[in-house]
Nanobody, 125 residues
Framework: VQLQASGGGLVQAGGSLRLSCAAS????????MAWFRQAPGKEREFVAA????????SYADSVKGRFTISRDNAKNGAHLQMNSLKPEDTAVYYC???????????????????WGQGTQVTVSS
């Protein structure tokens, strides 16, 4: 199964972008999907996650209230709506999916077995 991320781009501070992630297989089953990001010289960090069963969501404190993760059942994927973007949101954004992810590890990159190729988000000041 491959994950395809899209929707990145260049936007001014205060603007919005919507990232999308789609799985190549319609029969792929995952317990959670998430978005992570990695800025130059920094470690990959958790942004948001959504559990497939029940739809509960988790967010990093830095994006809470500005970003919204949602499921796309038709494409077996997820979206990340990013509003009020800040220059510090600039990074490569990766979508990830995995099975049997427990809540205590939903923010940990190693919990996810499937990763998209990344999409660049650049926010200018």
């Amino acid at each position: 199964v491959q994950l395809q991320a899209s929707g990145g781009g260049l936007v001014q501070a205060g603007g919005s972008l919507r990232l999308s992630c789609a799985a190549s297989s319609r029969t792929f089953r995952t317990s959670a999907m998430a978005w992570f990001r990695q800025a130059p010289g920094k470690e990959r960090e958790f942004v948001a996650a959504i559990r497939w069963s029940g739809g509960s969501t988790s967010y990093a404190d830095s994006v809470k209230g500005r970003f919204t993760i949602s499921r796309d059942n038709a494409k077996n994927g997820a979206h990340l709506q990013m509003n009020s973007l800040k220059p510090e949101d600039t990074a490569v954004y990766y979508c990830a999916a995995g099975g049997n992810i427990i809540q205590s590890t939903i923010r940990v990159p190693s919990s996810y077995g499937y990763w998209g190729q990344g999409t660049q988000v650049t926010v200018s000041s």
